[in-house]
């Protein structure tokens, strides 16, 4: 999938600046080794380098880690498969924030990310949990049906695990989890009525491979109808978000 890294920066801010406080979960200690997977345009990852961290971020997508060069040149980044990546430098925390869920192969992550610890390493994390984004995802699929899209309204394009899910996978390769929250975060959108149409072009792009521009602008326009009664609070329209944390030591 093609990220557009200019508007997820402009529009989109609020993915890593509810990331603010998943850092104080990683409760980073100067000159600890830290990679951040899923990095984005690389905010978080400045905000670790600034806490004294020694830290890498990396992002699959090669347009996000072009804008985190750009935005902080000190700052080490690279383009990286989350599912399937190996490191001889070995990290003494990883961090992920609204990523994860992106990742469908969670065990070739999961495994990657338990090679890349220290015996000791903690791997915390935050992305959306079960639930999240429901009444979204209906919205679309239907929509989309409707219109005769099946295969797109089919399309898997997120993982969104329960915490017994996420737990046993983590557990099953060697965590042990100490913490772990699944809970909801109603996320304002920009935008007001545009704000629906905004975010699927940018985070469902997939769902919409394929359609005729004219077609597409009705099939969001029907999707921001459907999700009014819901989404629409007296203007400030929000998002169904779910979010699912943990902590997994390696032991
Ligand atoms: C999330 O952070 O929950 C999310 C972001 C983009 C697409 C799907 C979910």
């Known amino acids: 999938m093609k990220w557009n890294a200019d508007l997820y920066d402009q529009k989109h801010a609020f993915?890593?600046?509810?990331g603010e406080d998943v850092l104080a979960l990683l409760d980073v200690k100067a000159g600890e080794r830290i990679l951040?997977?899923?990095?984005?345009?690389?905010?978080?990852?400045?905000?670790?380098?600034?806490?004294?961290?020694?830290?890498?971020?990396?992002?699959?997508?090669?347009?996000m880690i072009a804008q985190a060069q750009t935005l902080f040149p000190d700052v080490d980044f690279a383009v990286e498969n989350a599912a399937?990546?190996?490191?001889?430098?070995k990290y003494d925390a990883v961090f992920s924030n609204a990523a994860l869920h992106w990742?469908?192969?969670?065990?070739?992550?999961?495994?990657?990310?338990?090679?890349?610890?220290?015996?000791?390493?903690?791997?915390?994390?935050?992305?959306?949990?079960?639930?999240?984004?429901?009444?979204?995802?209906?919205?679309i699929r239907l929509v989309l049906q409707n219109h005769g899209y099946h295969e797109q309204a089919d399309t898997k394009v997120w993982f969104f695990p329960s915490t017994a899910e996420y737990a046993k996978l983590l557990e099953d390769h060697g965590f042990r989890v100490t913490f772990t929250a699944h809970y909801d975060r109603k996320t304002p959108l920009l935008d007001g009525d545009q704000g629906v149409a905004k975010w699927v072009t940018m985070f469902g792009a997939q769902f919409l491979e394929g359609i005729a521009d004219d077609e597409k602008?009705?099939?969001?326009?029907?999707?921001?109808?459907?999700?009014?009664?819901?989404?629409?609070?007296s203007g400030q329209w929000y998002a169904d978000y779910k979010r699912l944390r943990f902590i997994a030591v390696k032991e």
């Open 84 to 89: 399937d990546f190996y490191t001889e430098q």
């Open 217 to 233: 602008e009705q099939i969001l326009k029907e999707i921001t109808q459907k999700l009014e009664p819901y989404y629409n609070e």
């Open 15 to 18: 993915v890593f600046k509810f």
């Open 36 to 63: 951040d997977i899923g990095c984005g345009t690389g905010h978080l990852t400045k905000q670790i380098q600034d806490k004294g961290a020694i830290v890498k971020g990396t992002d699959y997508s090669p347009d």
């Open 103 to 139: 990742v469908l192969d969670a065990n070739g992550a999961i495994k990657s990310i338990y090679d890349a610890l220290k015996p000791g390493g903690r791997f915390v994390a935050e992305m959306g949990g079960k639930g999240n984004v429901t009444r979204l995802l209906e919205a």
